[in-house]
């Protein structure tokens, strides 16, 4: 396999191990020096003057030392599968990480590039027989990124305003979203997509990947829904996330709906907000924890068992709360518990036995794309298929490689375009190629990124989140199986 090798020829000259320094030009850490023994280096001085970016690179230094360097990561990895280059790869990835831990290599623009560009998205955690786990081990490192290395005042700037303003606060990001509606409905969309001024400005590629906003918004209140005609048999929590509640909203009800013909009460847990993960991946890890403390305090007061999720990275990252904080003595029992009764939409209706949905004449042909935190960090791949393949008149075409990404991964799109535009030209490559009209799906991401790739191509394929492909087959929300009561 190429890249399978031996990883000193195929690293750059600026990722090569430095020279061993002699003791007096090591650069010393005084009382927060970092001295390890392990490994065929020997003892080695850990090059940080932060003790904080220290310590987060040594509570992932048995994670790194578990690569067995066997290469079977490699024949999975996206970023691999489009560069062969042993940098692009998780057995490369790893070896940087261990050798800025141990002191032989610096941080240096390559290596955070090389890092950055990994997609998170876990395909390599779920084939490694070592148990390496590349996401945490991912995240850490960008934290580590984000206190080390400088960013110019604009950057800085950016990154307030969307993590610390925008995702912050459900109420701000709704205003925002109402703004992007009324942009879309005004016409000033159609206006500026004509005129050429976006690819003036060098942001038509950003503007092509923003959602429609076609529905009222699902602001979490409290409502419920539950099955018409019979008792309830559980009460569902349904976490409501960002995107899902404002975009998507449609597909939220869809979603508690669904549950409720499965025989719950849903109930849309007031307080809720953002589940953090673009914080996770992007190096926010504080502010990410922000949001895990509200989420938690929501749901604990509502007295709901299960919570439901319907969008892969919200599921993967709040069923990862216990690790995010397992440092925190108020929050880490709490947040262990929360992420024990988190479920995946499909999981869970799959768990709960759905009555059987109406018959049809009416043939459809559908293909899956599976987002990576369903697939890979979550581990749940046949509930999709079982859930589509029992409704009347549907037939589940597969196509190739429907679980390798598809270049979304929260912003890398935005901020790693020429990736993330290759991965997607394969999928939608594989998604023509299966001959289905529609393509499902069950993640806000790889749902916007897939319809920008398929009108790019000219294609007339629809995308569909499976919430919804499942609530049509029962009738809708005009079926009168389902009773929704609360606010609006």
Not at 284 to 308: C, H, K, M, T, Y
């Amino acid at each position: 396999m190429p890249g399978a090798g031996t990883m000193g020829a195929r690293f750059p000259a600026s990722l090569r191990p430095m020279p061993e320094r002699a003791a007096a030009d090591r650069i010393e850490l005084g009382a927060d020096a970092v001295t390890t023994d392990r490994g065929r280096h020997g003892a080695a001085q850990l090059v940080f003057d932060d003790p904080v970016s220290a310590a987060l690179l040594r509570s992932q230094y048995d994670n790194m030392l578990s690569c067995i360097r066997c290469g079977l990561c490699l024949s999975v990895c996206p970023t691999y599968q489009i560069s062969f280059a042993e940098e692009e790869g998780p057995r490369g990835r790893i070896a940087m990480a261990r050798a800025l831990t141990e002191g032989h290599l610096p941080l240096t623009a390559d290596l955070e590039q090389h890092s950055q560009t990994c997609l998170l998205c876990d395909a390599c955690t779920a084939i490694c027989p070592a148990g390496v786990r590349m996401e945490p081990l991912g995240t850490i490192m960008r934290e580590v990124f984000e206190r080390s290395r400088p960013r110019t005042r604009k950057a800085r700037l950016v990154r307030w305003l969307v993590f610390h303003r925008l995702f912050a606060d459900m109420r701000r990001f709704r205003g925002v979203c109402r703004l992007g509606a009324l942009y879309q409905r005004s016409g000033a969309q159609a206006l500026l997509r004509r005129s050429g001024l976006l690819r003036l400005l060098r942001v038509a590629e950003l503007e092509r990947l923003t959602p429609r906003f076609r529905s009222r918004f699902l602001v979490p209140k409290g409502q419920r829904w539950r099955p018409a005609g019979r008792e309830p048999n559980r009460r569902v929590g349904l976490f409501a996330g960002c995107i899902m509640s404002t975009a998507f909203a449609d597909t939220d009800r869809a979603t508690a709906r669904m549950l409720a013909r499965s025989g719950a009460e849903v109930v849309a847990v007031a307080g809720q907000g953002c589940c953090g993960a673009l914080h996770v991946h992007n190096g926010e890890a504080d502010g990410a924890r922000a949001l895990a403390r509200r989420n938690i305090d929501a749901f604990e007061r509502s007295g709901v068992e299960p919570i439901v999720v319907n969008a892969a990275g919200c599921g993967s990252t709040l069923k990862n709360y216990g690790h995010l904080l397992e440092d925190d003595p108020a929050y880490a029992d709490r947040a262990r518990a929360f992420a024990a009764r988190v479920r995946d939409l499909s999981e869970e209706l799959v768990a709960e036995k759905l009555p059987a949905p109406p018959a049809s004449t009416e043939e459809r042909v559908v293909t899956l794309q599976e987002p990576c935190h369903l697939a890979h960090a979550q581990r749940i791949r046949e509930a999709p298929r079982q859930l589509l393949r029992a409704v009347p008149g549907l037939r589940l075409q597969e196509m190739d490689e429907p679980a390798l990404c598809c270049g979304s991964a929260g912003v890398y799109n935005v901020v790693h375009r020429a990736q993330a535009d290759t991965l997607l030209a394969r999928k939608i490559a594989n998604i023509e190629a299966s001959g289905a009209p529609v393509v499902a799906t069950a993640n806000p991401g790889c749902h916007l990124q897939l319809q920008a790739g398929l009108h790019a191509a000219g294609l007339q394929v629809e995308v569909k989140h499976i919430a919804d492909l499942l609530d049509e087959a029962y009738g809708g929300a005009t079926a009168g199986d389902v009773v929704e009561e609360g606010p609006a």
